[in-house]
């Protein structure tokens, strides 16, 4: 498993839009392609805010935690 590449800050930003994206795709009644998407979207953002590892970010080399958090990677050129 990767190691947590995401922020606090992001974290919580990612967990609240993808709260605010699923609940609006709920209301929606007939679901068509971009619903979908949207939900999938969604859930993607839920479980990167709860889980802090985002593998997008991995495959970019980017990582948003604080230096002095004790979870993030350690690797040099790390923030």
């Given at each position: 498993?990767?190691?947590?590449?995401?922020g606090?800050?992001?974290?919580?930003?990612?967990?609240?839009?993808?709260?605010i994206?699923?609940?609006?795709?709920?209301?929606?009644?007939?679901?068509?392609?971009?619903?979908?998407?949207?939900?999938?979207?969604?859930?993607?953002?839920?479980?990167?805010?709860?889980?802090?590892?985002?593998?997008?970010?991995?495959?970019?080399?980017?990582?948003?935690?604080?230096?002095?958090?004790?979870?993030?990677?350690?690797?040099?050129?790390?923030?």
């Amino acid at each position: 498993m990767i190691e947590r590449n995401l922020g606090n800050i992001e974290r919580s930003f990612r967990l609240i839009a993808g709260i605010i994206l699923m609940g609006w795709t709920l209301t929606q009644s007939p679901l068509n392609g971009m619903e979908w998407f949207i939900a999938v979207v969604s859930t993607a953002l839920i479980l990167n805010g709860i889980f802090s590892r985002c593998y997008l970010w991995y495959v970019l080399d980017i990582n948003s935690c604080s230096a002095g958090d004790e979870n993030c990677r350690t690797e040099p050129g790390c923030p």
